[in-house]
């Protein structure tokens, strides 16, 4: 039998770090229960001891997930690491991932510690982690830029603590493949222990590497664990793609000859409710999942996949989730298929009556548009904008008018902390007015980074589904929202952001 790679994913942790995707509790449940549909191995669901909504988020994850091992992240030391294990009381299956950094720029200018000092707080973390679980996961920060003398003295003194996990992160995304791969190998020779300790590989994707990085890090390395993210999500440029990852060891079976417990049918619903979830939009062209991943477009090659579709297809779309039958319901579909869709799509609702306001909203799209695609059940159960009942803002409705040679005028009506609001204001376009008039009433001053319209299934008949990224008092949010009309999803969004700005406690940053 082939050994088997675990899937560590931590889209919910160093994805969830990258400025403007931050997640509310309710959203980390949703995504880790869309992973353990995909039969990830390892859900390192956030960093209990960062802030109380985190430590809140891995709790839920904790207790909702049965098949997949929950993960939160512990700075080496004994505070982070017993609010780990406590948030991580529900699980079936717990891991604690605890690190500090071992290069000498990390430990010399961040940490302002002697070598020696970091080497006993490493040591007496895994002690103390493996006093409250039995899974310990160790990453000596920035550890490949350590010095490989001082990284091996480290490795083996927490594998000899007790650490069944070390995971050697390339934290800046420096590494080149070759490279990477053979440091790894380098350090599973040289320590004497390394046998007893499952290895991993953590890339980032700073030189468009960390996917290569990785697979180098398993093939020559030796690694059995890749650390990786749905969409690459994660900071600067991001982490190792899951699905790339994935998928890379699945069709290249014959060279990497390793097992994947993951159930492949699923990456795509994962990569649309995180990219919705997050309003960080999927390029077009992003392998295996993009929308141009399996389309052909050359006339040649179209007939050569009409003749033989391995011709050009080195993978088949329906095994990552692609469906060939887009349109799923409309006007006339009923409850049960519509939840039935929703189970399909990997989307969960809590309750009878969150599955009968999902559909209420369903039917009022129906109304207004005539087909219904997989996107845009998706797009209408993660519009924050709707559960008004739980957010400051909500969304009522809206006018507007605009004429070539007039300045556009628009009126929203909203609710705000319950009570109804009508705010009017001018501006360059709709969308403008729409914005502006929210924000004199709200006054929340903060400034906006990004605004981007993406329609949701490609024609001008689809939902325009709008990401808008504020920024206030150094908080980086994003607020999604969509509507058959892009004048109504942009005031959605804005809503949507404005609840998440005022909601959200700070946090401790990982690599801070
Ligand atoms: O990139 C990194 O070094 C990390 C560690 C906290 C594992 O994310
Ligand atoms: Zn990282």
């Known amino acids: 039998m082939a050994d088997k790679l675990i899937i560590f994913d931590t889209t919910l942790r160093d994805g969830e770090q990258s400025p403007g995707a931050s997640m509310t509790r309710d959203e980390k449940v949703r995504i880790a229960r869309q992973l353990e549909r995909l039969k990830v191995d390892v859900i390192e669901a956030g960093f209990a001891a960062s802030s109380n909504g985190d430590f809140e988020a891995v709790q839920w994850v904790a207790n909702t997930i049965k098949d997949s091992t929950v993960c939160s992240l512990a700075r080496a030391n004994d505070r982070d690491i017993a609010r780990a294990a406590e948030a991580l009381k529900g699980a079936q299956s717990a891991r604690i991932h605890t690190f500090i950094a071992t290069s000498a720029l990390h430990m010399e200018k961040k940490l302002r510690m002697t070598p020696d000092q970091v080497f006993e707080q490493a040591k007496q973390s895994v002690r103390f982690a493996r006093n409250l679980v039995a899974d310990v996961e160790f990453s000596p920060e920035d550890g490949y830029r350590s010095d490989?003398?001082?990284?091996?003295?480290?490795?083996?003194?927490?594998?000899?603590?007790?650490?069944?996990?070390i995971n050697v992160p390339d934290t800046v995304?420096?590494?080149?493949?070759?490279?990477?791969?053979?440091?790894?190998?380098?350090?599973?020779?040289?320590?004497?222990?390394?046998g007893k300790a499952i290895w991993s590989v953590h890339c980032h994707n700073d030189l468009g590497m960390a996917v290569a990085n990785s697979l180098a890090g398993v093939k020559i390395g030796g690694a059995r664990q890749v650390e990786c993210t749905i969409n690459g999500l994660g900071e600067r440029a991001g982490n190792c793609s899951l699905e790339e990852v994935v998928m890379a060891v699945k069709t290249r079976r014959d060279y990497f000859g390793l097992d994947l417990g993951i159930d492949t049918r699923h990456i795509l619903a994962a990569s649309r409710m995180v990219s919705q979830t997050t309003g960080f939009v999927v390029q077009p062209n992003k392998a295996v999942v993009g929308a141009n991943a399996f389309a052909h477009a050359s006339g040649i090659h179209q007939d050569g996949v009409l003749k033989a579709?391995?011709?050009?297809?080195?993978?088949r779309a329906e095994d990552v989730g692609w469906s060939a039958n887009k349109i799923v319901l409309g006007k006339l579909?009923?409850?049960?298929?519509?939840k039935q869709r929703l189970q399909e799509l990997g989307v969960q609702l809590e309750s009878e009556s969150e599955i009968n306001a999902a559909f209420a909203r369903f039917k009022e799209l129906a109304d207004r548009k005539a087909e219904i695609f997989d996107e845009d059940i998706l797009a209408l159960v993660s519009d924050e904008s709707v559960s008004q009942d739980k957010e400051l803002y909500g969304f009522v409705s809206?006018?507007?008018?605009?004429?070539?040679?007039?300045?556009?005028?628009?009126?929203?009506?909203?609710?705000?902390?319950?009570?109804?609001?009508?705010?009017?204001?001018?501006?360059?376009?709709?969308?403008?007015?729409?914005?502006?008039a929210i924000e004199a009433h709200v006054q929340s001053g903060a400034e906006m980074v990004l605004y981007s319209v993406n329609a949701i299934s490609g024609s001008t008949e689809s939902q325009g589904e709008v990401t808008v990224r504020l920024q206030n008092s150094g908080r980086v949010v994003n607020g999604t929202g969509s509507d058959p009309d892009i004048v109504v999803a942009s005031a959605k969004a804005y809503l949507s952001a404005l609840n998440k700005l005022q909601s959200k406690a700070d946090r401790v940053a990982a690599q801070g």
């Open 148 to 165: 490989p003398d001082f990284l091996c003295r480290v490795l083996e003194a927490v594998i000899a603590e007790g650490a069944t996990t």
């Open 173 to 194: 995304g420096y590494a080149v493949p070759e490279l990477y791969g053979n440091f790894i190998k380098s350090l599973r020779e040289r320590i004497p222990n390394s």
């Open 309 to 315: 579709r391995d011709t050009y297809e080195i993978m």
């Open 333 to 338: 579909s009923g409850r049960n298929a519509f």
């Open 398 to 436: 809206l006018s507007q008018h605009s004429e070539t040679g007039e300045r556009p005028h628009a009126a929203v009506v909203f609710t705000s902390a319950g009570q109804e609001v009508k705010s009017e204001s001018d501006g360059n376009g709709p969308v403008d007015a729409s914005l502006k």
